[in-house]
């Protein structure tokens, strides 16, 4: 259970009724899936992609640092920026949306995660019914001989390596982080699984998401032409709103923290 800490800001009055209406419809659905993206973890100071000045994308051209074909032509490069991005998630924690959802889904209110990050903090907070369709940074594979290892033991050979590379252990080949890059598929089972839990859903909460990145962008509509709703809970625009059921633009730690207390369970 996720309390609302002392000092916390009081939830703003004009989206009480939202949230009471978001709280019935969750209680009455027969299967509800959260959708979630890189807001999310926001609040555990992990910046975001696309938000101006502030966004990941802003400071780095993504095409090229994070795209397959620079892995595969200049891995030096490549890991130049991964290795930024693991020290950058290595102390991370969830947050009270992680655990929100956690909430939700032990009071059996929430059927799945499916989440587009890729920093492990759904699985750190407890999450157990969880697609990650984007991959994680948990471990690291070895795309020729298929060597797979954990994060941990990855950090340790990218710092002992010169190049600044981690390389697999039989034959040396750069390893690759466990994560979908620019320029590829998402892995088939887990889309494959996402689309199955929105094509069955009769609420799907959208959670700090553009909506924007597809394939998974198009899971709202899914779960809209099988017969269900949407519920979109994130501070900007998405092209989706006009759609939802219920709308929600303020904080995401106070959003839920606030759909809890609808539900009886703060």
């Not at 795209?67 to 200049?74: A, N, P, T």
């Not at 590379?165 to 890059?181: F, G, I, M, Y």
Request: negative net charge.
């Amino acid at each position: 259970m996720v309390e609302r800490g002392a000092d916390a800001p009081a939830r703003v009055p004009s989206q009480a009724p939202v949230l009471a209406r978001l709280a019935d419809l969750i209680s009455n659905a027969r299967s509800v899936v959260a959708l979630t993206g890189a807001g999310v973890s926001v609040p555990s100071g992990i910046p975001d992609f696309r938000s101006p000045g502030t966004g990941l994308w802003e400071r780095v051209n993504p095409m090229q640092v994070a795209h397959i074909d620079v892995f595969e032509e200049d891995p030096e490069r490549f890991w130049g920026f991964y290795s930024e991005r693991f020290a950058a998630l290595e102390d991370k924690q969830p947050n009270d949306v992680h655990r929100a959802l956690v909430t939700l889904e032990s009071a059996g209110l929430l059927d799945a995660v499916i989440t587009q990050n890729v920093d492990m903090l759904h699985a750190r907070a407890g999450t157990r019914e969880l697609v990650e369709v984007h991959g994680s940074i948990a471990s690291c594979s070895c795309p020729s001989c298929g060597e797979t290892v954990a994060l941990a033991e990855a950090r340790r050979r990218l710092a002992g390596d010169e190049r600044g590379v981690p390389r697999c252990e039989n034959c040396s080949a750069p390893l690759k982080p466990d994560v979908v890059l620019f320029g590829e598929m998402l892995p088939p089972a887990a889309i494959a699984r996402a689309q199955e839990l929105c094509g069955s859903a009769d609420l799907l909460l959208c959670i700090g998401s553009s909506l924007e990145v597809h394939p998974v962008a198009d899971l709202p509509l899914l779960t809209l032409t099988t017969g269900g709703q949407i519920a979109i809970i994130t501070q900007g625009d998405t092209p989706l709103d006009e759609l939802a059921i219920a709308r929600l633009r303020g904080d995401l730690v106070e959003e839920m923290l606030g759909l809890l207390e609808a539900l009886g369970l703060s």
